[in-house]
C-alpha cells in the first residue's frame, strides 16, 4: 500500500476558473478528511466522510467548494469560481474507524495557486 | 477550535532530550491525545497517542499527568530531521481532527 494519495500535486489556475482536486485513500478506510492549510497556519477542517457520507461541512466551506466521496472509496474536492484567497494546501487524510484511538494518514497535499 | 494549547516555538540542541508540553484543561474522560507533526513541505504524520497511561513507541514517549489535563512529548534524542512543528490534538469518537498552531522546533546543530 503506498498511502494516500493526492493528484495533482501542484495547480496553478486562472481566477474564476473551476478545479477538482482527487484523493485516494488508503485501501478500505473507512473515513477521509479534507484539510486547508496555508503558510505558517495549522491545517483547517473542511470536511469529513464516513464511507460515502458527508458527515460534516466547516462553515470555511462556502457553497463555490463541494466535496464527494461516491462509493467510498476515493473523493474529490471541487472548488468552482477560484479566488486568490483559496490559494493553499489542499490536505486528505484517511483512517481505518471512527474510533478515537486510530491513527489518521495524511497525503503530501496538493498545493493551489490562483493567479 | 482546537482544545489545547501550546508554545509557539521552542529550540533545542541535537542529540539532546526535547520535552514539548500541550495544556488540555477542557479534556473529557473520552479524549485520547494525540502528536502529529509535520515536516516541512510535507503532509503531518502521526507520532504516538495515549488515554491515560504513558505511552512510548518507536518515534517518541508521551507523558500524561495524573490529572490529563496536560501531557508531554518526549523525543529522546533530537535529530535535525527532528524539526518540525509539533501539533497536539484532542479527539474523541466521531470527532474530526481539529488542529491548533502547533510548536515549531528548530533543533541547533
Known amino acids: 500500500d503506498t498511502g494516500v494519495s493526492q493528484d495533482p500535486r501542484h495547480k496553478i489556475t486562472k481566477r474564476g476558473q473551476n478545479v477538482t482536486f482527487r484523493c485516494d485513500p488508503i485501501?478500505?478506510?473507512?473515513?477521509l478528511y479534507w484539510y486547508r492549510q496555508t503558510l505558517g497556519q495549522g491545517p483547517e477542517f473542511l470536511t469529513y466522510f464516513q464511507n460515502e457520507a458527508q458527515l460534516e461541512k466547516s462553515r470555511l466551506l462556502s457553497d463555490r467548494f463541494s466535496a464527494e466521496r461516491p462509493k467510498g472509496s476515493f473523493s474529490t474536492l471541487e472548488i468552482q469560481r477560484t479566488e486568490q484567497g483559496d490559494s493553499a494546501m489542499y490536505l486528505c487524510?484517511?483512517?481505518?474507524?471512527?474510533?478515537?484511538?486510530?491513527?489518521?494518514?495524511f497525503g503530501q497535499g496538493t498545493r493551489l495557486t490562483v493567479v | 477550535d482546537a482544545k489545547t494549547t501550546q508554545p509557539n516555538s521552542m529550540e533545542s540542541n541535537e542529540e539532546e532530550p526535547v520535552h514539548l508540553p500541550c495544556n488540555h484543561s477542557t479534556i473529557s474522560g473520552t479524549d485520547y491525545i494525540h502528536w502529529y507533526r509535520q515536516l516541512p513541505s510535507q503532509g503531518p504524520e502521526y507520532v504516538i497517542h495515549?488515554?491515560?497511561s504513558n505511552v512510548n513507541n518507536r518515534m517518541a514517549s508521551l507523558a500524561i499527568a495524573e490529572d490529563r489535563k496536560s501531557s508531554t512529548l518526549i523525543l529522546h534524542r533530537a535529530t535535525l530531521r527532528d524539526a518540525a512543528v509539533y501539533y497536539c490534538?484532542?479527539?474523541?469518537?466521531?470527532?474530526?481532527?481539529?488542529f491548533g498552531k502547533g510548536t515549531r522546533l528548530h533543533i541547533l546543530p
Open positions: 487524510a484517511s483512517s481505518p474507524s471512527d474510533r478515537a484511538n486510530t491513527e489518521a494518514f
Open positions: 490534538i484532542l479527539r474523541d469518537r466521531d470527532d474530526k481532527i481539529i
Open positions: 485501501s478500505e478506510h473507512n473515513r
Open positions: 495515549g488515554l491515560t
